[in-house]
């Protein structure tokens, strides 16, 4: 009896090693990218929407931007983190959300500088565009304001937890007369704790 | 013997199921709060899809105002436990015709509510366009 019982069990923990070992085949499936990210602790895509959308809410409302569609020219964030952050997808999404909203202008020079000039000596000299096309040198609008800014954070772990804070500041400064017309600051704090029994 | 090969099958056991598909509590067919107050109906802009969360939340005020000819809405919202939880919220835009404003992109915002806290949810809408708005929560 005892002996069968031995067999039956030695069988279903045969094929539960077998489930365990082959039965979990990859699968894909796609994701909703707007849900919140808390896959790690690192800098995620969460963190960036998160400070995308407030950043522009606040420069949106801000007295600055009023009916006058201003100028700007966008200098990428600093990352002053220890992590690898793309700022330039920060600085993207701000613009965009900006740009989208048609409450202000952007000037391509910080981005395409070099691109747009190639452009216009190829438009100017290879003798290949119409005259009556050609655009000209001395025509870009000057930018009216810059927007710059910074991103920070301070880490710290004891034992198993873990907790990291991230501080963004953006400010948006008056290229004639050097003022800061606008600045806000964004923060956010996450933490996680090792499971004491972990697979 | 007898004793190794339950445990052996007992961690077998775990194996598979953590190999098992995650179910998500994403919205769909949510359920409007059933409470308003004031000057708004809140259920016409608010969208809480979860038991739980109707019971211990309370929508307690709606404001909206046009700031650059953009509506600024501000949501304000009770924690009526004493417990600590995490919410997460997204704005909808829509324009006078029903039709809906995308900004860039539609993503959940985490918020933290505290103990018996009111905390203002804010959104700006995306474009001069939208004129309206539905708020969601979720756990």
């Not at chain 1, 806000?184 to 996450?190: L, N």
């Not at chain 2, 915002?109 to 804010?122: D, F, R």
Request: proline share 3%; charged share 20%; with cysteine.
């Amino acid at each position: 009896m005892i002996r069968n019982v031995r067999f039956f069990l030695s069988v279903i923990v045969t094929a539960l090693l077998g489930l365990a070992l082959f039965g979990c085949p990859t699968t894909v499936q796609y994701g909703d990218p707007g849900a919140v990210d808390t896959m790690t602790l690192d800098f995620g895509s969460t963190d960036l929407q998160t400070i995308a959308e407030k950043m522009v809410q606040s420069l949106l409302v801000s007295p600055v931007l009023g009916d006058k569609r201003p100028v700007l020219f966008v200098s990428q964030v600093k990352n002053k983190t220890a992590e690898h952050i793309d700022t330039k997808s920060i600085t993207d999404s701000i613009s965009t959300a900006l740009l989208k909203s048609g409450k202000v202008r952007f000037t391509a020079a910080s981005e395409i500088n070099k691109d747009l000039l190639e452009q216009l000596e190829y438009q100017q000299n290879a003798g290949l565009v119409n005259p009556a096309t050609q655009k000209q040198f001395g025509k870009q609008i000057g930018a009216d304001y810059m927007l710059y800014g910074e991103i920070t954070s301070i880490n710290k772990s004891a034992g198993r937890k873990k907790d990291v804070y991230y501080k963004i500041t953006l400010k948006l400064a008056d290229i004639e007369s050097g003022i800061i017309e606008w600045a806000d600051e964004k923060e956010i704090r996450k933490g996680s704790q090792k499971a004491f029994l972990g697979m | 013997m007898f004793k190794k090969l339950l445990l052996l099958a007992a961690a077998c056991c775990i194996l598979v199921s953590s190999c098992a598909p995650v179910t998500s509590s994403n919205v769909g067919g949510g359920q409007a709060l059933p409470q308003g107050g004031g000057d708004y109906a809140f259920s016409n802009f608010v969208l809480i899809n979860n038991k739980a969360l109707l019971r211990d939340l309370q929508i307690t005020d709606i404001r909206q105002k046009m700031v650059n000819d953009l509506m600024q809405v501000q949501v304000q919202v009770l924690n009526k436990t004493s417990r600590t939880f995490s919410i997460q919220y997204s704005f909808s835009w829509f324009d006078a015709s029903g039709f809906q404003v995308v900004g860039v992109g539609e993503h959940w915002i985490p918020a933290v509510m505290n103990g018996n806290e009111v905390k203002s949810l804010n959104g700006v809408a995306p474009t001069p366009e939208a004129t309206q708005f539905k708020i969601q929560i979720r756990k």
